[in-house]
Structures are given as C-alpha cells and as structure tokens.
C-alpha cells in the first residue's frame, strides 16, 4: 500500500491510499481521504471516495490534473 499526503492544512488534510488489487493485476484500489478540523485542532468530519481504476485510467486522471 502507498499512502502519501495531498493537502495538510490546520483544518483540511486530504489524504490518498492506493492498493494493488489481486485480479485484474493492473486494478488499484484509490482511496481519497478528506479531514477537516475546527480551531482546536479537533478532527471534525471525516469524507472517503473509494474508487477502482486500471493503469491507463490513472494516467488519464493524472493528464487531466496536469
């Protein structure tokens, strides 16, 4: 699993994990992770998006981030 850190704000961090999937070998598992925190530093809410994307599905997204 590779997990790395998008945004790490006082009161946002977004957070992506990505999985290898078993069959198909070029599936992954991307999971988008939103915490936001009020002025105490108090996790507040918490938001997942799951999704599972080939190779060439990542490569699109991250062309189209670009």
């Not at 009161?11 to 994990?17: E, G, Y």
């Not at 939103?34 to 809410?45: F, T």
Request: with cysteine; hydrophobic share 40%; glycine share 4%.
């Amino acid at each position: 699993m590779k997990t790395f850190l998008v945004r790490d704000d006082a009161a946002f961090k977004l957070r992506v994990k990505v999985n290898n999937c078993l069959n198909p070998q070029d599936l992954k598992h991307l999971q988008f992770v939103g915490e936001q925190y009020n002025d105490k530093n108090e996790l507040i809410e918490t938001s997942t998006y799951d999704f599972f994307l080939e190779n060439h599905h990542i490569a699109k997204l991250i062309e189209g981030l670009q």
